[in-house]
C-alpha cells in the first residue's frame, strides 16, 4: 500500500512515524520548502514561542527531558521537531522542494503532480498542511510606498537592523504581543497600531535548572505523568470553553481583568487596553510581560484608525504622520486555506474548490464526501483553540490509521463519510457552537463568513471519545 504524505511540519513528522511503525513503510512525504518544520521553520520573528506548554506541545512517543523553559522558544521547537525526524528516520523520507500542485483521484488511485514535475500515483493521501501558513496581507492604501522595510511576521527579514530603529507593528494578536516584549528593548521607538484590544493571560515562564532536567533524563516516568498532567488541565480548559457561563470562564475572565488592572498604571492606557468582549471569545493571548513592555519610555499604543501608508510611515485618521524605519504586518493568516491553493479533484471530477465554494468543512475535520481515502489532520473545524495541536493530530492519526487499515485489510478498497453523514454532523456543530465563549461577540479569525465559530464546539472528551474508532454507518465503503 502507498501512502502520500503532504508537509513535513508537525503533523505530517507525526504521520510518518506512526505509518512506518505500523509496518506501513511505502511512505512519501512531500514539502514544498527545503527543509521540515512546518509553522516552526516558517516564523522566526523575535520572541515567538508556543502559547501551550512545552511539555505538552510534544509528542507522547518522544518526551523531551530538555526544554528550556515551559514555554519554550521557537528555535527549539524546531529543533525538536527535527531532531524527532532524525531519531524516527522520517527525513529519508522526504521529498524537499516538491510542492504538491495537484491530486486527482483516477482509477481508484490517487495521482499527484508536484511542482517539480514529479508525478506519483498512491493509494491514500493524508494532508498535514496546516492552518497558518498563508500570510493575511491587509487592504491599507499606500501600503507598496513605504520607504522602509516591511514584511508579514511570517516573512522576518533578519537582515533588516531593529536596534536603534523605528519599529511599527501592525496587530494584536499573540504573535504580536510576543513581538513587542522581544523588541521594545532593541528598538528607538516601538509604535503598537491597535484596532482591537486583547485580554491577556498572565504567564510566568521561568527557566528550568540543570537538576530539573537531568531529573526528568533519569525518571521518564516523571516526564510522562507531567505530559499526563498538562493534559488533563488543558482538556479542562477546553471542556470550559465550550460553556460560555462555565466557573472556567468565568475564572480566566478574573484573571485576565486582574491582570490589566494591576499590571496597568496609567488609567487612560488602562483603558485603551481593555476589550469590550469577554475573555477568550478571541484566542486567549498568553504573555509574561506584555503590559510591562508596552508602558515603557519608548513604546507607543496607537489606536487611532490607520488611515494610509506613506513613504516616510503610517498615517492615522487623527492626521498625524508616525515616521518609521521598519514596520511589521502582524496581520494573521488566510485561515480558510487549508490545503489550497492545491488542485484536489476527487471522484466523478469534483473539485475541492467547489465542494468548498461556501466555506471549508469535513466530517469530523478529518475528511469529505466522494473525496476517498483522502484524511487531513487538523483540518476544517477542528479543535484549534488554547490546546496543543500535536495532542490533537495524535488521536486523529490514531482515527485515520483504522480507515486506512480497512483498506490495507482488502475490507474496501475505498472510504470516504457519506454526505448524509457530513450534513449532519455539520447541522449538529453549528447549533453547538451557538453556545461557546467564541460566540459571545467578538471578531476573531475562529469566525467563518456567517460569523460562526468554525471549530469544535464540544468538549474535549467527547473528541477523544469520536477519535476512539470511527462509525461505519458514517462511510461509504466501497470495494
Given at each position: ?12 513528522i ?9 509496518g ?7 514539502e ?6 512546518g509553522?516552526?521553520?516558517e ?29 519554550s ?17 522520517v ?18 488511485q ?9 508525478h506519483?500515483e ?16 491587509p487592504?491599507?492604501?499606500g501600503?507598496?510606498?513605504f520607504?522602509?522595510a ?19 507593528i501592525?496587530?494584536t ?21 491597535q ?9 510566568e515562564n ?6 530539573e532536567?537531568?531529573?526528568w ?28 457561563e ?22 487612560v ?40 501608508i ?7 485618521d ?5 515616521d518609521l ?7 494573521g ?51 484549534v483553540?488554547n ?11 490514531d482515527?485515520?490509521?483504522q480507515l486506512?487499515?480497512l ?7 475505498e472510504?470516504?463519510p457519506?454526505q ?14 451557538a453556545t ?7 471578531r476573531s ?32 465503503r466501497?470495494?
Open positions: 500500500m502507498r501512502i502520500a504524505i503532504i508537509g513535513a511540519g508537525m503533523a505530517g507525526l504521520s510518518a512515524v506512526k505509518l512506518t511503525e505500523a506501513l513503510t511505502d511512505v512519501t512525504v512531500y514544498k520548502a527545503d527543509r521540515l518544520g509553522t516552526w521553520r516564523n522566526t520573528y523575535p520572541g515567538i514561542s508556543c502559547d501551550v506548554p512545552s511539555h505538552l506541545y510534544s509528542y507522547s512517543f518522544h518526551l523531551n527531558p530538555n526544554w528550556s523553559h515551559p514555554y522558544p521557537g528555535e527549539e521547537i524546531q529543533a525538536y521537531l527535527e531532531d524527532v525526524a532524525r531519531a524516527h528516520q527525513d529519508e523520507l522526504i521529498r524537499f522542494g516538491e510542492e504538491v500542485i495537484e491530486c486527482a483521484w483516477r482509477d481508484r490517487w495521482h499527484l503532480e508536484t511542482s517539480g514535475g514529479l506519483d498512491v493509494d491514500f493521501v493524508i494532508a498535514a498542511t496546516g492552518v497558518l501558513h498563508h500570510p493575511n496581507y487592504g491599507i492604501e501600503i507598496e510606498t520607504g522602509g516591511i514584511f508579514h511576521s511570517s516573512q522576518w527579514d533578519h537582515r533588516v537592523a531593529i536596534d536603534g530603529a523605528r519599529v511599527g501592525v496587530g494578536g499573540s504573535t504580536a504581543v510576543q513581538m513587542v516584549s522581544a523588541v521594545v528593548d532593541r528598538a528607538r521607538k516601538l509604535s503598537l497600531f484596532r482591537t484590544p486583547q485580554w491577556i493571560m498572565p504567564q521561568p527557566a528550568y535548572g540543570e537538576e532536567r537531568a531529573d533524563i533519569q525518571n521518564p516516568q516523571k516526564l510522562q505523568k507531567l505530559h499526563g498532567n498538562l493534559s488533563e488541565l488543558f482538556a479542562g480548559f477546553a471542556n470550559g470553553i465550550v460553556d460560555a462555565s466557573p472556567q470562564m468565568k475564572m480566566i475572565a478574573d484573571l485576565c481583568r486582574q491582570n490589566l488592572e494591576v499590571k496597568v498604571t496609567d488609567p492606557l488602562r483603558e485603551k487596553l481593555r476589550p469590550n468582549y469577554r475573555a477568550a471569545c478571541k484566542r486567549l493571548v498568553i504573555s509574561p510581560n506584555f503590559y510591562e513592555s508596552v508602558q515603557k519610555a519608548n513604546a507607543e499604543l496607537v489606536t487611532e484608525p490607520i488611515e494610509r506613506e513613504t516616510r510611515g503610517v498615517r492615522t487623527d492626521g498625524r504622520l508616525h524605519d521598519v514596520l511589521v504586518l502582524a496581520t493568516f488566510k485561515v480558510d486555506a487549508f490545503m489550497r491553493p492545491m488542485s484536489v479533484i476527487g471522484r466523478d471530477g469534483k473539485d475541492l474548490s467547489q465542494a468548498w465554494a461556501d466555506r471549508p468543512n469535513a466530517y469530523l475535520s478529518i475528511s469529505i464526501p466522494d473525496f476517498p481515502n483522502f484524511v487531513m489532520l487538523n483540518g476544517p473545524n477542528g479543535p483553540g490546546f496543543s495541536l500535536i495532542e490533537v493530530a495524535e488521536m486523529q492519526f482515527y485515520i490509521k486506512i487499515d483498506v490495507h485489510s482488502g475490507e474496501c478498497r472510504i470516504s457519506t448524509v453523514a457530513m450534513d449532519q454532523f455539520e447541522t449538529e456543530r453549528v447549533e453547538a457552537a461557546t465563549i467564541w460566540s459571545t461577540g467578538c479569525w475562529y469566525l467563518d463568513d456567517r460569523g460562526i465559530p468554525a471549530t469544535w464546539p464540544w468538549s474535549f472528551d467527547r473528541f477523544r471519545a469520536e477519535m476512539e474508532r470511527p462509525k461505519m454507518v458514517a462511510y461509504d466501497r470495494g
